[in-house]
């Protein structure tokens, strides 16, 4: 079924709007595009919950720093349109940067503390981004159930917090992360690296079970584990930007890691930047 493609942010509100009148459940998928296997799980987890399912597909400007890949991000909508075709998906929100942001535009939404740390440290803007476009499209769309990827697990933190601040009705459907064969997570970016890259990216992955198992071999000093995932990706070729052990919830570090723990890390592997996590 081909779903039908709204590009103004004013149709989309009407379209919400009916879909009040009509009740039901509507699920979203937040989306930039460049649609791969983890998007789609997403997709299928809201048409099995859902009554109707609207995906937006959005290169958000505001999330990207001035000095990374907003330019070549990639995008090609013919090719995610035919995938989401495959699926029951009702609407795709498919606006322009215009659209989102009109001239005079003023308005930002900052999550304090959650937004600063982690990947906060390096991309000081990123999560105004994220907070402010996110808003705006659970403000747009009125979905009941938003479907968000735990691989950006510190973005899932912060627009939870956003939502019970701010009152919004919309609640997060927490899904697991989606992974290729070989245990790389898959991520849109994974396109920019080689294939010698592509090897070493596994290494990301690596780290973190080998923290989890000196976790259950019985170390539980933080530093100690970190200092061993980070070694790995040196001895791997890749640079660390960072590998933290966090309370789930807070997104602080941890004097001593324990059931529950969430180690994230954040890697370089050439010019690319990759993230995963993963729960102790």
Known sequence: MRPHIVHTVAEMIGIASQHRRERGVTG???TMG???????????AAEERCDRVVVSIFVNPSQFGPNEDLAAYPRDFDRDLEL???????YV?????EQMYPEGYKTWIEVDELSAVLCGKTRPTHFRGVATVVAKLMNIVEADLMFMGEKDYQQIVVLERLIADLNFHTRIVRCPIVREQDGLAMSSRNRYLSDDERDRALCLQQALQMGRTAFENGMTNPARVRNIMAEHVHNCGGEVDYFECVDPDTLQGVPELQS????????????????DNIAL
Not at 34 to 44: K, N, T
């Open 260 to 275: 529950g723990t969430r180690m994230l890390g954040a890697v370089y592997i050439g010019k690319t930047r990759l993230i």
């Open 34 to 44: 460049y649609l791969h296997e983890g998007h789609l799980s997403l997709v299928r």
């Open 28 to 30: 979203f998928v937040p």
């Open 84 to 90: 989401l075709s495959q699926y029951g998906v009702n």
């Open 93 to 97: 929100f498919f606006p322009t940067p």
